[in-house]
């Protein structure tokens, strides 16, 4: 289903709160690719949106004596299918049971509170938290995917939803009113996978560093954007999601997906939806740019100049040149 990616050109936007009663906390996130009848689940596909450094805090409804957010996580990826058997909670008629194809997102390097987050820690911030929501929705529009909702005049309550978006605003209140850093810090002993040293080996990789890995993205983008307009496209618009960019050349409409690196690279990664809709619109185009210099300034921001631009026209990603990145290996009782 179509999902508003408001937080995709701002690096800082990296956060989310997971809703769950799991005792396996902090492994990864999991949710069912489509709820009844096939359809979409907003809260559901979230889940593909994630990225490898995002940080997950974790709202547990029975890990304690009440609900509360009791910890984060940081998003390890990447993104892979798998069947898992359901058993929806009373009342969710979203998740029918049985064996379903689930999103898979890897997460690692668990931080627990020492005094967990309650839905009346935040209740008593009421206002400020609603206001970040309003401000949010004043800039982006709607739906934002929010954690909390209010409740009659004067309550709050967790959105009833699987994953949602938190805002950078929210953890920064929620930092300074509780006197703890929340997921500002990645762990040192986490390694992104593939780890960055993949990088070297000719693939894309992960980043760890969102700004730098935004900064690319965009110098990528930009320079694909003008390539195509000295080809004479017209219409030209970017969009991030589902693909990139979407263009009229030569009286076609035109997909381009687009890929950026600091290095030279040989592959890129894909994910399983840009595959598919490149295997089944019309034409759809890869623009991949490689060899991207980039420097951070004092005040933190990320320059980039140069790389080498290459156009696959007609991209349709074969089996044969695809790779998986991991597999679901079965703890089977022979040791197999």
């Not at 907003?42 to 994630?50: A, E, R």
């Not at 940080?55 to 547990?60: D, K, L, N, T």
């Not at 999103?103 to 935040?122: N, R």
């Not at 709607?142 to 409740?151: D, I, V, W």
Request: glycine share 10%.
């Amino acid at each position: 289903m179509a999902i508003r990616e408001w937080w995709a050109d701002d690096a800082a936007e990296r956060y989310w709160m997971e809703a769950t009663d799991r005792a396996t906390l902090g492994e990864d996130l999991r949710a069912p690719l489509t709820g009844q009848e096939g359809r979409g689940v907003w809260h559901y596909s979230l889940v593909s949106y994630t990225r490898p450094g995002d940080i997950v805090f974790h709202w547990h409804t029975t890990l304690y004596d009440r609900p509360a957010i009791v910890g984060w996580s940081t998003v390890l990826g990447p993104l892979r299918e798998e069947e898992h058997e359901w058993t929806p909670h009373a009342g969710q008629l979203t998740t029918p049971a049985g064996a379903r194809p689930n999103w898979v997102v890897p997460l690692g390097g668990i931080h627990y509170l020492d005094e967990p987050i309650s839905l009346a820690d935040i209740e008593a911030s009421r206002s400020r938290v609603l206001g970040i929501r309003d401000d949010v929705e004043s800039v982006h529009g709607t739906p934002t995917y929010f954690p909390f909702n209010g409740y009659g005049a004067n309550g709050i309550r967790a959105a009833q939803a699987y994953l949602t978006k938190m805002p950078h605003a929210l953890v920064e209140l929620l930092s300074s009113l509780h006197g703890v850093e929340l997921g500002t810090e990645d762990d040192p002993g986490i390694e992104m996978t593939p780890s960055a040293t993949d990088m070297r080996s000719g693939g894309q990789g992960f980043l760890r560093d969102t700004a730098r890995k935004l900064a690319i993205e965009q110098h990528a983008i930009g320079m694909a954007v003008e390539h195509y307009r000295t080809l004479g496209a017209t219409e030209v618009e970017i969009l991030g999601k589902p693909y990139d960019i979407r263009l009229r050349l030569d009286g076609e409409e035109v997909h381009v997906e687009v890929k950026g690196s600091g290095n030279g690279v040989a592959e890129v990664l894909v994910t399983r939806n840009e595959v598919h809709h490149a295997r089944t619109f019309a034409r759809t185009e890869l623009v991949v740019v490689d060899g991207i210099d980039w420097q951070r300034e004092e005040a933190g921001e990320i320059t980039t100049v140069g790389g080498r631009l290459r156009r696959w026209p007609s991209w349709s990603p074969s089996d044969a040149s695809l790779t998986p990145m991991t597999y679901v290996h079965a703890l089977l009782e022979d040791g197999r």
